[in-house]
């Protein structure tokens, strides 16, 4: 049974500690209590490190740009504990309405894991509005962005 992780905000876990992940195939409309109804993606990671596992169950809200976290009872269990709790996790998910899809995520290299990992919305810290901000991005990216909504904006106007 997986319960409801109410001080965790954000997922800081390095990224060569995640050892599954699955990720929903599309959103699904939820109400989480404290919130509105809204569009929320799943995910379902199952984290370790010599021997100790962790299976969490995460939701993104899109419109609050929150994320809520739900962990079995148990918290850190045995490799072979946590593969059982996966698979319920799997059930858990998809209960609500979800499709799952595997990431392969292991088979990627440690760069890509990383770069993965660092995009998701879960791994991102929320900002004092309950945003998500990319922390990840390398300031070409950041810079990029900006010049491409500056060109769309100036096509924007231009079409006034």
């Known amino acids: 049974m997986f319960i409801e992780h109410q001080q965790l905000k954000s997922l800081f876990v390095s990224a060569g500690k995640i050892r599954q992940l699955?990720?929903?195939?599309?959103?699904v409309q939820l109400a989480f209590p404290g919130?509105?109804?809204?569009?929320?993606?799943?995910?379902?990671?199952?984290?370790?490190?010599?021997?100790?596992?962790?299976?969490?169950?995460?939701?993104y809200l899109t419109e609050s740009h929150r994320s809520v976290f739900y962990?079995?009872?148990?918290?850190?269990?045995?490799?072979?504990?946590a593969k059982k709790l996966?698979?319920?996790?799997?059930?858990?998910?998809?209960?609500?309405?979800?499709?799952?899809?595997d990431t392969d995520y292991p088979l990627l290299s440690p760069k890509e894991q990383q770069d993965y990992w660092y995009r998701l919305p879960i791994s991102q810290p929320?900002?004092?509005?309950?945003?998500?901000y990319p922390v990840g991005q390398h300031a070409?990216?950041?810079?990029?962005?900006?010049?491409?909504?500056?060109s769309s904006l100036?096509?924007?106007?231009?079409?006034?």
């Open 22 to 27: 699955y990720i929903s195939a599309g959103p």
């Open 35 to 59: 919130q509105t109804p809204q569009l929320c993606s799943a995910y379902l990671l199952r984290l370790g490190d010599k021997g100790k596992m962790l299976v969490v169950v995460a939701f």
């Open 71 to 81: 962990v079995p009872e148990q918290g850190e269990v045995s490799e072979a504990v």
């Open 86 to 101: 996966f698979a319920e996790g799997i059930l858990f998910i998809e209960s609500m309405g979800f499709l799952l899809s």
């Open 126 to 132: 929320p900002d004092l509005f309950g945003r998500s």
């Open 140 to 150: 070409s990216d950041i810079k990029a962005l900006g010049n491409t909504s500056r």
């Open 154 to 160: 100036g096509r924007f106007l231009a079409s006034m």
